[in-house]
Structure formats: structure tokens, C-alpha cells
């Protein structure tokens, strides 16, 4: 293995990791403000690809369909979260589950109902199109550099916000004590709308990142949801320190686990059988990672508050 | 003497054939109509439904379910089929790690089974079922005549890669039986994954002079695009799943020149063939794939065995369908002792015709094929 193969892999890692982030940050705010397990956030990742993929093939601007992604995807978060989420903040976490779980059932068939069951695609933009070369000899795509840094302004711009201004002061005043923000005249569900259609602006630009390398179609943000949880379980619920670092290790882990495990296997099995076991346990890394992260620390790398 | 017993054959023969075509004949299909496998399940139901449209067949009803290519579902609407539509006959499934779990429970009911894609080698060795019938292939063939392609091609070092699942296994197994060259990389990728950067930065450091891959559906169209648009320079190859019509319109102009092995074309040169390809455009307004094309000859089977023998004479039926006597679209098509067809397999070119990318056959890859399971079939 060369060091040019080992970077590459770490690129990709890194940028389905940063991919991972997007979509964890916005679960994660959502459950450490409002206290909300929302199983419906890959549903807006969904959305977010298909309002980029339409609007892109109307239009014929990638970058139009881009801002298309967000807007559509916030403005299905505000609607949700004013129509249904509103009424579950007081009740448990099972009922928000079994709603949250409705709507992935209601907008999956309403978009298969819309643009059907075939997948639709989207090309990259000319301007990321192609390759750049790495140290080593290597080349890396482009579009994926463009993704990683997307990922790492989303993250530099989420602390900033939660760190430096009002509304991220109010965001964690809410984590920390609704009722007391509440008493203080701060309007809590305003507040509670913002951050639910900020969390879906952000899986929707994740959508219609990933949906131009790989496709669009009805339940492509189930999968991801997984292990978006999978992140944010990891990081410590609640805490966008977590998100970005939980999903760096996920994406990282993954990606590398496949690359070398069944490499590492050939050392005591015939290639064939290394290249189908170690594939097999691969794909069960990121959960053994869960496990383990869990068995030391209970309450995820970085707890939100105690 | 002679007139009355001609007269008493002749009807006889009506009589026999009138009361066979008196019984309707049910078929559930179970097959892939939404998600990232959803363009062959579609395309293998519109051959099926246009075969029974062109034959007229009024008598043969089908049951049409999506599985969602999941065994779990797969195997309900199996149960559901037999228990409660009480068809006579399932069809349908795309993936071999459904036809694993529903096939056999399927046959040790005592009804048929007619796979227009999915051939695990388990059910053409020795789980091998006298009421099981393959109308495509054994899931090997078209790999192993891109085994031997790649040795003519004079490739000496080949990176090969397959989804993880009983095709995948039998993908690689049957290319590797035929190329005699070197393996620069063998891996195996999840069923159903959309991001191949892992193995594509993989297939760029392993030296090859080739790469052989098995993706089909959603699958090969994000692998491809993937691979087009990273710079790696080495050919690419595969069966024709990886290069079907139902993937080349997504993919586009990257998959031109790419070598590909099918049993079927749309340029095969016979009347049937002609007609089919005709009569798909008119219907669904696109060029018909391999995956419609077994769809289309599973359907003529049907019918072809209907018009001999009752369904509810097994033994009868079940002789009727063996002895395939129905115009393939692909030419000469016949069963071997497991159930499987013994058929003729192409080496095809992407190429652009006008403004539609699709395939043309360039050689004969092997004449009269057989899989490699037919003996340890115990039928």
C-alpha cells in the first residue's frame, strides 16, 4: 500500500464524515434544544435532493438547485415542526418516535407519488468537474475537496453562530433550561421553529451534495439517518462538538475498515475469502466503534450538559 | 378406416387443446419496482405484460407486487401469492439473494417457479428442483464469457469487483473460471452501496491494466459516474447488467467502447426478436434491456406450455415448460438437465446510434453454454 492510496483513502473518509456532520448537526441541536428525536430528518435530506435535482434540471444550474435544496428543505422543516412537532415536545420520546415515524412513511410515498420510484440524477457542476492531483502521484476529485470544504465552513459557521451571537445564546440558554428562557420572555417556539428549519436547511445541502455524486431517490436518507444517530450517539448527544468529531470517526472508519480489513485478512486467508469476510465485517465497524465508545463513555465522547 | 381414425386423432387433439386453453393459468410476480434496483424490475415486467399483450392471452392473469428488494418482503408476498391469490405460478424476482429465500419454499409447495433473472448456482447444483426453471441464465455465464473476453483482449492484470451477495459471489466465481491473467485486487462492495470512492481509489493504485465489475441497477450508474469522473485510465468491462440499457441513459457518453457479455441484443437477427423490439418502443416509448427481453420469453413460455397441457396437471405442465417450444427472442434457446438454458453468449460494444447510447453485438463469447453446476443436479 502506498502512502498516495493511504491519503486518498483518508480524503474520502474525511469527506463522508464531513457529509455525516451535516446531517448529525441539525439531529443534534434538535434533540439537545428541544429535547425531540425527529426519525424524520432523513426525509428532509430526501427533500433537500429533490428540490436540487428538479430545480437543476429546470433551471439547468446546479448552484441554483443548491440554494433550492435549502430553502425547500427548511421551509418543509417550518411546516412540520408548525404543524406536527409542535404538539409532541410535552409528550415522550415514544410518541414523537411513532409521529416522527409517520412522517418518513407520509413524505416517502408523497415524493414516490410526485417523481415516482426511479432514481433521478444529477450532475456535478462544470466548474468542480474532474480531478486534482494529490503528493504521492495520486488525483482526487474535485466535487469531493468542494464537499469537505462545505462540511468544515457549515462547522466553522454553526460555532460561530452558537458561540458568538443572540439566537446561538438562546440556543443554548434552551439546552440548558427551557422553562427559565421562557419565564424570561424569550419566545420558545419561534426560537424552536428557527432551529428545526436550520437542522433541515443542513440535511437538505447534504442531500443535494451527495445527490449529484451518487442518485436521487425515495428513501435514500433512511440509510444515512442511521448513522447520523449512529454520530451523534458517539459525540454526545446534543453537542455540535461531538457531531463534527463523532462523524469524522464514523466516516473515517468506515471508509478505512473497508479498505483495509480485507487487505489485513489475506495475511491468513486466500483472497477471495479475505475480500468477502473482511467486506462482511466492515460493514459492521462503525457499530462495533458505537459499542465501544459507549462501554467508556456512557453519555457519548462529549455530553452536552450534565 | 383411415379417415375415422384421422378424424378421431384430430379430435381428440382439439378437444385436448380447446380444454387446456379452458383453464386459466395465474401468475404472481414478485419484482423489484422501487428503489435503486426498481429499472430491472420494471423492465422485466413490462417484457412479461407486452408477451402477454402480443399472444393475446386473456386467460393468463397476473398479480403484479413490488418486494422492494428485500427478502424479508419478498418471501410475504410469496406466502400471500400462494395462500390467498392461489396463483399457480410465481415469477419476478431480480436479486438472487430473494430467489434464495423465496424459491424454494416456493417449489416444495408443489407450484412452479420461472425466474426471468435471478440463477444462484445453490439452485442449479444441487438444490436443484424439477419445478424450478431458470429462463435467463445461471447467474456465472455472462462473466465467464467476459473471462474468456479479457484473455482474447490479451489483458494480463484485472481488478474485479462484485456486490456481497450469492450473484456477486457467482459473478466473480464464474469470471475467474475462464481469465487465465493475474488478479490485481478482488473486493467485494455492500448490495445496494452508492459510494464506491473506497474502491475506486483502490482500482487507481492497483496497477491494472483492467477492471472487471459486476453492479447492476442503481448501483452501476453510480459507480460509473463515479469512475468517469475520476481520472482513473484503466478500461473498464463487465456483463451486461453493468452496461444495460436501463443504466447507459444515466451514465451517458463515459460508458462508449466499453466491452459487455449478454445472451441478449436487440440487433439479434430473428423474427421474434424483431417483433419485440418493435412492439416495446411502441408500448413504453424506450429501447427494451436484457432484463425486458427475459421478461418477454418468460411470458412466451407460459403461454407456450399453456396452449400444451392443464396447470393442474403438474407432471404434464411441467413437461410442457421443459420442452421450450416458444421463438425465443435471443434465437435458439433449449433447457439442460437442471432446468437451465443451454444458450448461445455475445461479446457486445457500447456504442451511439443517432442520439441513443445503447449496444451492438461484436462477437460470438460461446455457442451452446452450459453452466458449470449442471452435474451436481441430481435431475
Not at chain 2, 387446456?20 to 412479461?48: C, H, N, Q, W
Not at chain 2, 475467474?176 to 473506497?198: I, M, N, P, S, W
Not at chain 2, 413460455?301 to 392443464?310: D, Q, T
Request: glycine letters at 10%.
Amino acid at each position: 500500500m502506498t502512502l498516495a492510496l493511504f491519503l486518498e483513502q483518508l480524503l474520502n473518509g474525511l469527506q463522508f464524515g464531513v457529509m455525516l456532520f451535516l446531517m448529525a448537526a441539525g439531529l443534534t441541536l434538535i434533540f439537545g434544544v428541544m429535547g425531540l428525536i425527529n426519525l424524520a430528518h432523513g426525509s428532509l435530506y430526501m427533500v433537500g435532493a429533490f428540490a436540487c435535482a428538479v430545480v437543476a434540471a429546470w433551471t439547468g444550474s446546479f448552484w441554483l438547485g443548491l440554494v433550492a435544496s435549502m430553502a425547500a428543505a427548511a421551509a418543509a422543516g417550518a411546516i412540520i415542526e408548525l404543524a406536527v412537532i409542535r404538539r409532541l415536545y410535552a409528550r415522550d420520546h415514544l410518541d414523537q418516535v411513532l409521529a416522527t415515524f409517520a412522517l418518513i412513511l407520509i413524505m416517502s410515498e408523497g415524493t414516490r407519488w410526485l417523481f415516482g420510484s426511479v432514481p433521478l440524477y444529477l450532475d456535478i457542476p462544470p466548474l468542480l468537474q474532474g480531478t486534482v492531483p494529490l503528493p504521492g502521484g495520486s488525483r482526487y476529485q474535485l466535487y469531493r475537496l468542494a464537499i469537505i470544504g462545505v462540511g468544515v465552513a457549515v462547522a466553522v459557521g454553526l460555532y460561530l453562530l452558537i458561540s458568538k451571537t443572540r439566537l446561538g445564546m438562546r440556543i443554548r440558554a434552551g439546552e440548558n433550561d427551557r422553562e427559565m428562557i421562557a419565564a424570561l420572555g424569550v419566545d420558545v417556539a419561534t426560537l424552536y421553529t428557527l432551529v428545526f428549519a436550520l437542522g433541515a436547511a443542513l440535511a437538505g445541502l447534504a442531500g443535494a451534495m451527495v445527490g449529484a455524486i451518487q442518485s436521487v431517490q425515495v428513501g435514500m436518507g433512511e440509510p444515512v439517518l442511521i448513522l447520523a444517530f449512529v454520530v451523534i450517539v458517539i459525540g454526545g448527544i446534543g453537542s455540535i462538538r461531538g457531531a463534527l468529531i463523532g462523524a469524522v470517526l464514523v466516516g473515517v472508519t468506515d471508509t478505512m475498515g473497508r479498505f483495509l480489513l480485507p487487505q489485513m485478512l489475506t495475511l491468513f486467508l486466500p483472497p477471495s475469502q479475505a475480500a468477502l469476510i473482511g467486506g462482511a465485517v466492515a460493514s459492521m465497524l462503525i457499530y462495533l466503534l458505537m459499542a465501544v465508545v459507549l462501554a467508556v463513555r456512557p453519555r457519548g465522547l462529549f455530553p452536552a450538559q450534565a | 378406416m383411415k379417415k375415422i381414425l384421422a378424424a378421431t386423432v384430430l379430435g381428440l387433439s382439439l378437444g385436448l387443446s380447446a380444454q387446456a386453453f379452458a383453464e386459466p393459468v395465474k401468475v404472481g410476480m414478485i419484482t423489484t419496482l422501487s428503489g435503486g434496483g426498481a429499472g430491472l424490475g420494471i423492465d422485466v415486467r413490462d417484457g412479461f405484460m407486452l408477451a402477454v399483450k402480443n399472444a393475446g392471452a386473456s386467460d393468463l392473469e397476473v398479480v403484479i407486487e413490488d418486494d422492494a428488494q428485500k427478502p424479508e418482503i419478498a418471501v410475504q408476498l410469496a406466502d400471500k401469492m400462494i395462500q390467498s391469490d392461489k396463483v399457480d405460478i410465481l415469477t419476478g424476482i431480480i436479486w438472487s439473494n430473494l430467489a434464495m429465500a423465496v424459491v424454494p419454499s416456493v417449489t416444495a409447495q408443489g407450484k412452479f417457479y420461472l425466474s426471468p433473472n435471478a440463477g444462484p448456482s445453490p439452485l442449479a447444483g444441487a438444490q436443484c428442483h424439477e419445478n424450478y426453471f431458470n429462463v435467463a441464465w445461471q447467474n456465472d455465464n455472462l462473466h465467464e464469457a467476459m473471462g474468456a473476453y479479457a484473455n482474447d483482449a490479451g489483458y494480463k492484470k484485472t481488478f474485479i469487483m462484485a456486490p456481497n451477495y450469492p450473484a456477486g459471489t457467482d459473478a466473480l466465481a464464474g469470471f475467474k473460471r475462464f481469465f487465465t491473467g493475474e488478479l490485481a485486487g478482488e473486493v467485494y462492495t455492500q448490495l445496494g452501496q452508492t459510494d464506491y470512492a473506497a474502491e475506486i481509489a483502490q482500482i487507481r493504485a492497483s496497477g491494472a491494466d483492467s477492471m472487471f465489475f459486476f453492479l447492476p441497477g442503481g448501483m452501476g450508474i453510480a459507480f460509473m459516474k463515479q469512475y468517469a469522473q475520476s481520472d482513473v485510465g484503466i478500461p473498464a468491462m463487465g456483463p451486461a447488467f453493468s452496461f444495460s440499457q436501463d443504466i447507459l441513459g444515466a451514465v451517458g457518453e463515459a460508458a462508449l467502447g466499453v466491452k459487455n457479455s449478454s445472451q441478449w441484443n436487440k440487433d439479434i437477427d430473428n423474427e421474434a426478436n424483431k417483433k419485440f423490439v418493435e412492439t416495446f418502443q411502441a408500448e413504453y416509448g424506450r429501447l427494451p434491456s436484457l432484463y425486458a427481453s427475459q421478461g418477454y420469453d418468460t411470458a412466451n413460455l407460459i403461454i407456450s406450455a399453456m396452449g400444451k397441457a392443464s396447470v393442474s396437471d403438474a407432471d404434464a405442465f411441467r413437461a410442457a415448460l421443459k420442452a421450450a417450444e416458444f421463438a425465443s427472442v435471443r434465437g435458439d434457446f433449449k433447457f439442460g438437465n437442471n432446468n437451465h438454458p443451454i444458450q448461445d453468449i455475445y461479446v457486445r460494444e457500447v456504442v451511439k446510434e443517432g442520439d441513443v447510447i445503447t449496444n451492438k453485438i461484436v462477437a460470438t463469447a460461446f455457442e451452446d453454454h452450459q453452466d458449470a453446476y449442471a452435474a451436481q443436479c441430481g435431475m
